[in-house]
T-cell receptor, first 115, second 118 residues
Framework: AQSVAQPEDQVNVAEGNPLTVKCTYS??????LFWYVQYPNRGLQFLLK??????LVKGSYGFEAEFNKSQTSFHLKKPSALVSDSALYFC?????????????FGSGTRLSIRP | GAVVSQHPSRVICKSGTSVKIECRSL??????MFWYRQFPKQSLMLMAT?????????EQGVEKDKFLINHASLTLSTLTVTSAHPEDSSFYIC??????????????FGPGTRLTVL
């Protein structure tokens, strides 16, 4: 069965500092990994995904994520945080062996950037 | 491109009534749509996968007779919460997947519908 874990409920970072939001996963087969962001009372916005190839994936709004197969991780990073990055972030995973296109979401990490 | 809308954005109803939520893909055709439920400060829980022209596939523990899903066209899926009760109050989010897209493609999400059952 697929699963994804986000060990931190909340991450607090000062504006201008680098940020990391952690994610680990478990799938049978090749993992397809995603990061989404959710602002209050809104749907989810796609940030980036890893399918294959380069382990470092660059996405929207200056975010990037590094796929680490040995550690089964896909941490989200940004070199310099902005106050506007404050939101709820979800890691998600799908398996190439899945018969459907469904993806499983992590529990979410609330990112708070202080000025 | 790839815009998904939901209507209504917010609905309040009395216990025992039924509520219909619409999910539309505005600029693409979606053979597959997904319905999620999100409780406060929690993650999205997949309720069902809706395929155009066929019956929806429900996740384990989701009552198909209570949460009726209809995907009558390539741009519209509806979720009807029948005989709603206060415990059905939640944030319902749909997503859509363009045709020919597999599990390696991102889904496009609607803005969500806040349902409050009194």
């Amino acid at each position: 069965a697929q699963s994804v874990a986000q060990p931190e409920d909340q991450v607090n970072v000062a504006e201008g500092n680098p940020l990391t939001v952690k994610c680990t996963y478990s799938v049978s087969g090749n993992p397809y990994l995603f990061w989404y962001v959710q602002y209050p009372n809104r749907g989810l916005q796609f940030l980036l995904k890893y399918i294959t190839g380069d382990n470092l994936v660059k996405g929207s709004y200056g975010f990037e994520a590094e796929f680490n197969k040995s550690q089964t991780s896909f941490h989200l990073k940004k070199p310099s945080a902005l106050v506007s990055d404050s939101a709820l972030y979800f890691c998600a995973v799908s398996s190439g062996y899945s018969s459907a296109s469904k993806i499983i979401f992590g529990s979410g990490t609330r990112l708070s950037i202080r000025p | 491109g790839a815009v998904v809308s939901q209507h209504p954005s917010r609905v309040i109803c009395k216990s025992g009534t039924s509520v219909k939520i619409e999910c539309r893909s505005l600029d693409f055709q979606a053979t597959t749509m997904f319905w999620y439920r999100q409780f406060p400060k929690q993650s999205l829980m997949l309720m069902a996968t809706s395929n155009e022209g066929s019956k929806a596939t429900y996740e384990q523990g989701v009552e198909k007779d209570k949460f009726l899903i209809n995907h009558a066209s390539l741009t519209l899926s509806t979720l009807t919460v029948t005989s709603a009760h206060p415990e059905d109050s939640s944030f319902y989010i749909c997503s859509a997947l363009p045709p020919g897209r597999g599990s390696y493609n991102e889904q496009f999400f609607g803005p969500g519908t806040r349902l409050t059952v009194l």
